[in-house]
């Protein structure tokens, strides 16, 4: 109708107050994109079942891991055995949960040597200027160049008998097998931790630090380390799985720990006889090596996508 107005409809806008937002927190948002890695996720259930198993089985499980029966050598897996017997009817399970602790053990050592020796040795070359950098890269290029399992060989065949003596069978070869894998697996740590130095010491809040007059050292441990540990921890997964791979091979030539105490390169190593007509002691220990090594390195895959500022998901 003629003389009539029709307002327009108002609308309320109501902007959003500062500091409103959800704000997620740098963990929160690490475990939403790895648990977006579905494989990644279930080798983190598999190897705390297998960490737990290993841990406090023996409390559960309290058959001796040296008890003999002759009457039941090489006995299948039963109700009574569940994992079968050796040659000598020894309960197998008993004496996989053992040894898993020290394979586990001397997976996680010799990890930690390899990492804490490779980032020094990488942060003081990507510090460093000139000949010190030049200097810790030959040194690396030259241990990456040597022959490791016969240089293992050796280094083992020389001072098992001293640390047996110094530090007692068991100790003395399990400290000789960690400083022996992890002195040969730091040099990819250093290298990696070198490349992550390079690129940081010229990144604009580094500069920044050192215009304010930070020290060498501050600029190391407050600013350039903790931003390139990422690419580091990733490293550090795949350094486990390669000693646990590593203490197997020793054991399965002979030359790891005693044949009293049954690693899972060791069982391997004692199974090898007898393929024909016991193989379930070959297999059970192959594939608990088989199925560790396997979650650790979709768990390093996992730490590599959350890691990577580069990867959206």
Same mark, same amino acid.
């Given at each position: 109708?003629?003389?009539?107005?029709?307002?327009?409809?108002?609308?309320?806008?109501?902007?959003?107050?500062?500091?409103?937002?959800? %704000?997620?927190?740098? /963990?929160?948002?690490?475990?939403?994109?790895?648990?977006?890695?579905? #494989? *990644? @996720? &279930?080798? +983190?259930?598999?190897?705390?079942?297998?960490?737990?198993?290993?841990?406090?089985?023996?409390?559960?499980?309290?058959?001796?891991?040296?008890?003999?029966?002759?009457?039941?050598?090489?006995?299948?897996?039963?109700?009574?055995?569940?994992?079968?017997?050796?040659?000598?009817?020894?309960?197998?399970?008993? %004496?996989?949960?053992? /040894?898993?602790?020290?394979?586990?053990?001397?997976?996680?050592?010799? #990890? *930690? @040597? &390899?990492? +804490?020796?490779?980032?020094?040795?990488?942060?003081?070359?990507?510090?460093?200027?000139?000949?010190?950098?030049?200097?810790?890269?030959?040194?690396?290029?030259?241990?990456?160049?040597?022959?490791?399992?016969?240089?293992?060989?050796?280094?083992?065949?020389?001072?098992?008998?001293?640390?047996?003596?110094?530090?007692?069978?068991? /100790?003395?070869?399990?400290?000789?097998?960690?400083?022996?894998?992890?002195?040969?697996?730091?040099?990819?740590?250093?290298?990696?931790?070198?490349?992550?130095?390079?690129?940081?010491?010229?990144?604009?809040?580094?500069?920044?630090?050192?215009?304010?007059?930070?020290?060498?050292?501050?600029?190391?441990?407050?600013?350039?380390?903790?931003?390139?540990?990422?690419?580091?921890?990733?490293?550090?997964?795949?350094?486990?799985?390669?000693?646990?791979?590593?203490?197997?091979?020793?054991?399965?030539?002979?030359?790891?720990?005693?044949?009293?105490?049954?690693?899972?390169?060791?069982?391997?190593?004692?199974?090898?006889?007898?393929?024909?007509?016991?193989?379930?002691?070959?297999?059970?220990?192959?594939?608990?090596?088989?199925?560790?090594?396997?979650?650790?390195?979709?768990?390093?895959?996992?730490?590599?996508?959350?890691?990577?500022?580069?990867?959206?998901?």
């Amino acid at each position: 109708m003629a003389g009539l107005t029709h307002a327009s409809p108002t609308v309320d806008v109501v902007l959003p107050r500062e500091g409103s937002r959800r %704000r997620i927190s740098p /963990g929160l948002e690490a475990w939403r994109k790895f648990r977006r890695h579905r #494989m *990644a @996720v &279930a080798s +983190v259930v598999i190897l705390t079942a297998i960490a737990l198993a290993v841990l406090f089985g023996p409390l559960v499980w309290r058959v001796p891991i040296n008890e003999i029966d002759f009457t039941a050598r090489l006995s299948a897996p039963s109700w009574q055995h569940p994992f079968g017997t050796d040659d000598l009817g020894q309960d197998l399970l008993a %004496r996989m949960l053992y /040894g898993g602790r020290i394979s586990l053990a001397v997976g996680f050592a010799a #990890m *930690a @040597v &390899a990492m +804490v020796a490779g980032t020094l040795i990488g942060a003081i070359s990507g510090i460093s200027r000139g000949s010190v950098d030049a200097v810790l890269m030959w040194i690396t290029d030259l241990f990456l160049s040597l022959p490791q399992l016969p240089l293992l060989l050796l280094v083992i065949y020389l001072f098992r008998d001293y640390l047996k003596s110094l530090v007692g069978p068991e /100790g003395g070869v399990f400290i000789m097998i960690v400083l022996v894998i992890g002195g040969f697996r730091w040099m990819p740590v250093a290298r990696l931790v070198r490349a992550q130095f390079l690129s940081l010491r010229e990144k604009e809040f580094v500069e920044a630090a050192r215009a304010l007059g930070a020290t060498t050292p501050r600029l190391v441990i407050r600013h350039i380390l903790p931003n390139s540990l990422g690419p580091v921890i990733v490293a550090g997964t795949i350094d486990v799985a390669a000693a646990i791979i590593a203490e197997s091979t020793l054991s399965f030539l002979g030359l790891g720990f005693p044949p009293d105490i049954p690693t899972w390169g060791r069982l391997l190593f004692d199974a090898k006889d007898y393929l024909d007509i016991a193989p379930h002691w070959a297999l059970f220990a192959g594939g608990a090596i088989f199925l560790t090594v396997l979650a650790i390195n979709f768990i390093g895959d996992g730490l590599r996508d959350v890691l990577d500022p580069r990867k959206v998901m």
